[in-house]
């Protein structure tokens, strides 16, 4: 569909898509307005600000590095260190930051003109962390999630919850992306709330989405379930390109964003979840129960077996296993397989909304959790123990200075004393 330039008879029931995008455009910039906090030692970058910039070497061979004013880098260290960020030759409008301790190290448009971000390693090692921290409180939530979905399907008509709540259902057992518009409309890639009409089929009484993904990935999933399957033919009724579609309180035709799905996973949850917590969940539960089915004879069938399990995972999340284990495999997952203490992990509690593997998975992460905080106060304990010496030790070394100090002063004043003649007292 060819996007046409905004006008001012624009409404959001003659164009839907555009509401779309203002709506998420807010929602970014609300999110971009204040900078997040930085781990100790890190910078908040800016690529709006003035940068290092480069340029092609006459040789075509090699770049040539200049700084905020303009002069060309010659020091060794700032080009090793802007070498080593491994900027590819083809990106265009490179900004590069001055500080190397800055979060952003550089950015720069690929070829599709997407910008794309090279970051610090310990942000991207806290990011991580703290995506992975939510995984524990993201468990317990998710029963409360499902419940609200369960509820909001039954919905009568075709209000924005009940919309919403079907494309969380499929997120929940497709672990499709949830898709941006502006991936639609730059590469033609699509995700769940992007999904056009012509992607969806229905063949033998079940659901079918055919389409290209993130990079380029081709999508054919099947869905099998009769209440979504009526929500999502509905939908297809409604006039326009676009899939997923509501109608709101005066009968105006408007989409479904990221922006709503996320929202509406905060008003389920009380939390601040997103979608893409989704996929992480799922592909920590899928390794864990896959992991936890083998049984290894030595080391070198283990890193196997580990190898083989990654890129099962990168199947199901349509990814590749380098970026699933970084990003969609909790390490607690991997840290227990490597130490062989997945047959040996206590059973989880029964939870109503999990199922059997994510009670595991939960499991895993309390284990994780306690023996976490134990160590947490076998080290602060250790620390007080250490303070308590060093204190105890100054407090000794400051009493024999003082001694040492008070017997220099009686000898000077003895000796003062025997020089003037003045009788010296008995000590």
């Given at each position: 569909m060819k996007l046409l330039p905004a006008t001012m008879t624009d409404t959001p029931t003659s164009n839907p898509r555009r509401a779309e995008r203002l709506r998420d455009s807010a929602a970014q910039s609300a999110t971009q307005a204040a900078p997040p906090?930085?781990?100790?030692?890190?910078?908040?970058?800016?690529?709006?600000?003035p940068g290092y910039t480069r340029k092609r070497g006459k040789d075509k061979d090699g770049f040539t590095y200049f700084d905020v004013a303009g002069k060309r880098i010659d020091d060794e260290e700032q080009i090793k260190r802007i070498n080593a960020l491994a900027i590819p030759p083809a990106?265009?409008?490179?900004?590069?930051?001055?500080?190397?301790?800055?979060?952003?190290?550089?950015t720069g448009r690929d070829a599709r003109g997407r910008k794309q971000y090279r970051y610090h390693p310990r942000w991207r090692e806290t990011r991580d962390a703290d995506k992975y921290e939510r995984m524990a409180e993201?468990?317990?939530?998710?029963?409360?999630?499902?419940?609200?979905?369960?509820?909001?399907?039954?919905?009568?008509?075709?209000?924005?919850?009940?919309?919403?709540?079907?494309?969380?259902?499929?997120?929940?057992?497709?672990?499709?992306?949830?898709g941006s518009v502006e991936y639609a409309r730059e590469n033609q890639s699509y995700g769940l709330t992007t999904l056009r009409k012509k992607h969806m089929k229905i063949e033998a009484g079940q659901l079918r989405f055919r389409f290209r993904g993130k990079s380029g990935i081709e999508h054919d999933v099947t869905v099998n379930n009769p209440r979504i399957?009526?929500?999502?033919?509905?939908?297809?009724?409604?006039?326009?390109?676009?899939?997923?579609?509501?109608?709101?309180?005066?009968?105006?035709?408007?989409?479904?964003?990221?922006?709503?799905?996320?929202d509406y996973l905060r008003r389920a949850s009380g939390a601040d979840f997103t979608a893409r917590d989704y996929r992480t969940w799922a592909g920590s539960v899928y390794a864990l129960a896959a992991l936890r089915r083998l049984i290894c004879g030595d080391a070198a069938q283990a890193r196997r077996h580990l190898v083989a399990t990654v890129k099962d995972v990168a199947a199901l999340l349509r990814n590749t296993p380098a970026v699933c284990r970084r990003c969609y495999i909790h390490p607690a997952v991997i840290g227990a397989f490597e130490a062989?203490?997945?047959?040996?992990?206590?059973?989880?509690?029964?939870?109503?909304?999990?199922?059997?593997?994510?009670?595991?998975?939960?499991?895993?992460?309390?284990?994780?959790?306690?023996?976490?905080?134990?160590l947490a106060r076998q080290a602060?304990?250790?620390?007080?123990?250490?303070?308590e010496a060093a204190v105890a030790d100054s407090v000794d070394d400051t009493l024999t200075s003082l001694l040492k100090k008070s017997r220099v002063v009686r000898r000077k004043e003895t000796e003062e004393q025997r020089n003037r003649g003045t009788p010296v007292a008995a000590p």
């Amino acid at each position: 569909m060819k996007l046409l330039p905004a006008t001012m008879t624009d409404t959001p029931t003659s164009n839907p898509r555009r509401a779309e995008r203002l709506r998420d455009s807010a929602a970014q910039s609300a999110t971009q307005a204040a900078p997040p906090p930085m781990p100790p030692g890190l910078r908040h970058a800016d690529d709006s600000k003035p940068g290092y910039t480069r340029k092609r070497g006459k040789d075509k061979d090699g770049f040539t590095y200049f700084d905020v004013a303009g002069k060309r880098i010659d020091d060794e260290e700032q080009i090793k260190r802007i070498n080593a960020l491994a900027i590819p030759p083809a990106y265009e409008d490179v900004w590069i930051c001055p500080d190397p301790r800055g979060h952003i190290q550089a950015t720069g448009r690929d070829a599709r003109g997407r910008k794309q971000y090279r970051y610090h390693p310990r942000w991207r090692e806290t990011r991580d962390a703290d995506k992975y921290e939510r995984m524990a409180e993201f468990g317990r939530a998710l029963p409360k999630i499902r419940a609200r979905v369960a509820r909001d399907l039954k919905l009568p008509g075709m209000p924005c919850d009940k919309v919403i709540a079907a494309i969380v259902q499929l997120l929940d057992t497709t672990l499709i992306r949830i898709g941006s518009v502006e991936y639609a409309r730059e590469n033609q890639s699509y995700g769940l709330t992007t999904l056009r009409k012509k992607h969806m089929k229905i063949e033998a009484g079940q659901l079918r989405f055919r389409f290209r993904g993130k990079s380029g990935i081709e999508h054919d999933v099947t869905v099998n379930n009769p209440r979504i399957k009526r929500i999502v033919r509905r939908c297809a009724e409604l006039p326009g390109h676009d899939l997923f579609q509501y109608l709101d309180d005066d009968g105006s035709r408007r989409t479904v964003g990221s922006a709503d799905i996320n929202d509406y996973l905060r008003r389920a949850s009380g939390a601040d979840f997103t979608a893409r917590d989704y996929r992480t969940w799922a592909g920590s539960v899928y390794a864990l129960a896959a992991l936890r089915r083998l049984i290894c004879g030595d080391a070198a069938q283990a890193r196997r077996h580990l190898v083989a399990t990654v890129k099962d995972v990168a199947a199901l999340l349509r990814n590749t296993p380098a970026v699933c284990r970084r990003c969609y495999i909790h390490p607690a997952v991997i840290g227990a397989f490597e130490a062989d203490e997945l047959q040996t992990l206590p059973p989880g509690q029964t939870r109503r909304g999990l199922r059997v593997d994510e009670i595991a998975f939960a499991a895993l992460l309390a284990h994780a959790e306690k023996r976490a905080a134990r160590l947490a106060r076998q080290a602060g304990a250790k620390g007080r123990k250490t303070r308590e010496a060093a204190v105890a030790d100054s407090v000794d070394d400051t009493l024999t200075s003082l001694l040492k100090k008070s017997r220099v002063v009686r000898r000077k004043e003895t000796e003062e004393q025997r020089n003037r003649g003045t009788p010296v007292a008995a000590p």
